[in-house]
């Protein structure tokens, strides 16, 4: 008897007014006409629920937040009053939860959907499911939801066919308006990048292309479009990384953009976590800790919020645009924890909050970027006009210090030039006096050899004498005139033996470095000298031919005589020939040919060293 009247009264508390529908209705919410049942244990089923005791709802969105051991029961019965077949759709709002079962009591059949489950024949970002009335009949029906690593929120709306395909329609065509218009925007950024490879755009680029990634799959796109149901449950098992991925990059932008290491405490407090970071996701993700699995994520999320307040209170300007653009996210992250908690539905006022937000978000970061490269561009035109003005200002110092190097080194060159000018005109005079000396001692000896040898030595001596005289001249003693040093020593020896039926014939066509000009003249007095002395024996007439020349950076002497050639058994001097081939070989570095089959004809050869 008490078990009769406990049933009587279950049948009468779980009594359900049913909702009279019509072919016109185009939209209704089921669950203000719904009644609800929790089950804690996760343990009922069809055929149990029907004895449970549900209550009565009154809100239009059922949150549980994240509830892996609840699954919530919906009953609600429609009723046809027409004299026409009605077929609706029920929507089941919510993507992401995990397992959607659709009952029907007078059908065998037992339709299942959910993130885990996506039917391959749904065009719906939700899970959908067909109902059929007959006319004048009404039924109740199930609605079994479960989602045991996504957060548990609960909608259900009626619809008709056509108006839920239009419906449908717009909410992809604006989901895919958004996706697009990130996409554009991530493609102009990472070719600024590519062009600048300012690390910024980069760090910009991999945080919205890691937070659409997670859109992607939170609004059901990546599980209708992308990815199969086992590619989607293994995503949700890992959604842990796809949180941490954006705070990662949001971090390393902020970081960057702030160029927090003008910060230093915050700056090692920061890299520190960034360090630990990816190893406490994967700890917690191996432990199966789900309940917990995004905290360091909004730990990492605060912490940088903190980081921007203290840099705008730093004055640092692009804190600015970082608290405008993180206040539109922070909001968004709070307003869909207060719509998963079941506190505060946004979305059934701003259905598109989210994706405006982040939207906002990226133009915002954008205008930051712009605004850092404006300001470095600005730096940069600081920096090179202090550049132009230090270079001008170092011109002008250097300009002065070479202007007094200049003078002094001048100054000096002059005291030098008057000092070198002073030691040839007194090595002249001491070597004029050697000569005189010789010259004294010639007149006084009565043997012809002897005094032949003193007129050679005094030869000798007037070859540098000569030179010396002419440096002593001339204001650029690096060359000596050639044909004036020549034609000097000539008239000397021609003085010494006399001999004015020997004709002597010089041609230059180049002047010679002073080094290599006394070593000329000492071939020359000798070659000359040789050829007086023994070339003309017995003759009345001769001739010497002296030319000099260049070829590129050879220097060619010749010196030729038409008298009785050398032999080695006349009576040469055969010191003066030593002389001429030591000069040569020793101190010119050159090379010495002696041709006498017809006359004499000495040909030299030195290289240019300078």
């Not at 895919?176 to 600024?192: E, H, K, R, S």
């Not at 407090?269 to 993700?285: D, K, M, S």
Request: charged share 20%; proline share 2%; aromatic share 12%.
């Amino acid at each position: 008897m008490i078990l009769r009247v406990i049933l009587l009264l279950s049948f009468f508390f779980n009594i359900i007014s049913a909702l009279e529908i019509e072919e016109k209705t185009t939209f209704e919410n089921l669950l203000l006409n719904s009644e609800i049942y929790i089950d804690k244990n996760n343990s009922l089923t069809i055929d149990t629920i029907e004895t449970q005791l549900f209550s009565k709802n009154s809100q239009k969105t059922l949150a549980f937040g994240y509830s892996p051991n609840l699954t919530v029961w919906v009953k609600f019965k429609l009723e046809n009053s027409s004299d026409k077949k009605i077929e609706k759709i029920l929507e089941y709002a919510n993507p992401l939860t995990t397992d959607v079962t659709f009952f029907d009591p007078t059908s065998d059949k037992i339709q299942r959907d959910g993130l885990f489950h996506i039917s391959p024949n749904r065009e719906s970002i939700n899970p959908i499911f067909p109902i059929t009335l007959e006319p004048h009949s009404s039924k109740t029906f199930y609605i079994k939801a479960y989602s045991h690593i996504t957060t548990l929120i609960v909608s259900l709306n009626l619809w008709d066919k056509k108006s839920f395909s239009k419906h449908e329609i717009k909410h992809q065509f604006i989901l895919a308006m958004f996706f697009g218009a990130i996409g554009i925007i991530i493609l102009y950024n990472f070719l600024i990048y590519w062009g600048t490879k300012e690390i910024s755009y980069l760090y910009y680029v991999l945080f919205f292309v890691s937070i659409s990634t997670h859109h992607i799959l939170y609004r059901g796109l990546a599980g209708l479009y992308l990815l199969s149901p086992h590619e989607v449950a293994l995503s949700v098992e890992f959604s842990s990384f796809l949180v941490a991925l954006p705070a990662l990059f949001l971090a390393l932008f902020t970081q960057n953009i702030l160029e927090l290491k003008q910060y230093p405490k915050l700056n090692r407090l920061l890299n520190y976590y960034l360090a630990l970071f990816p190893l406490l996701i994967v700890v917690f993700q191996v432990m199966e800790l789900n309940r917990y699995k995004n905290l360091f994520s909004a730990i990492l999320i605060v912490f940088l919020f903190f980081i921007i307040v203290y840099s705008a209170c730093k004055r640092n300007r692009q804190a600015y645009f970082l608290i405008v653009g993180w206040s539109l996210s922070i909001m968004s992250g709070v307003l869909m924890y207060l719509s998963s908690a079941g506190i505060f539905d946004i979305f059934s006022y701003f259905p598109y909050y989210t994706e405006f937000a982040l939207i906002s978000e990226s133009l915002i970061f954008s205008l930051l970027l712009a605004d850092k490269i404006k300001q470095l561009h600005k730096e940069k035109i600081t920096i090179k006009e202090n550049l132009i003005c230090y270079q001008k200002e170092e011109k002008e110092r250097l300009s002065l210090v070479v202007k007094e190097k200049t003078e002094e080194l001048k100054v000096s060159l002059e005291e030098k030039e008057l000092l070198l000018k002073e030691l040839n005109h007194r090595v002249k005079n001491s070597i004029q006096t050697i000569v005189s000396f010789l010259r004294l001692q010639i007149d006084e000896i009565e043997e012809k050899k002897t005094q032949q040898i003193l007129v050679n030595i005094e030869n000798r001596i007037l070859s540098i004498s000569h030179l010396y005289a002419l440096l002593y001249t001339k204001e650029n003693i690096c060359f000596v005139n050639t044909h004036e040093y020549f034609t000097l020593l000539i008239e000397d020896i021609e003085t010494s033996y006399a001999m004015p039926h020997i004709k002597i014939e010089l041609q230059t066509e180049v002047n010679i470095p002073s080094e290599y000009a006394i070593y000329c003249g000492f071939i020359l007095n000798e070659s000359i000298t040789n050829s007086l002395q023994h070339a003309f024996l017995g003759r009345d007439s001769g001739e010497i031919l002296i030319h000099l020349k260049k070829e590129d950076d050879l220097y060619q002497l010749s010196l030729y005589d038409n008298g009785i050639g050398y032999t080695k058994n006349n009576n040469s001097d055969s010191l003066g020939l030593v002389i001429i081939e030591t000069l040569v070989v020793t101190q010119l570095k050159g090379s010495l040919s002696i041709d006498s089959t017809d006359g004499t004809k000495i040909e030299i050869e030195w290289r240019d060293n300078e």
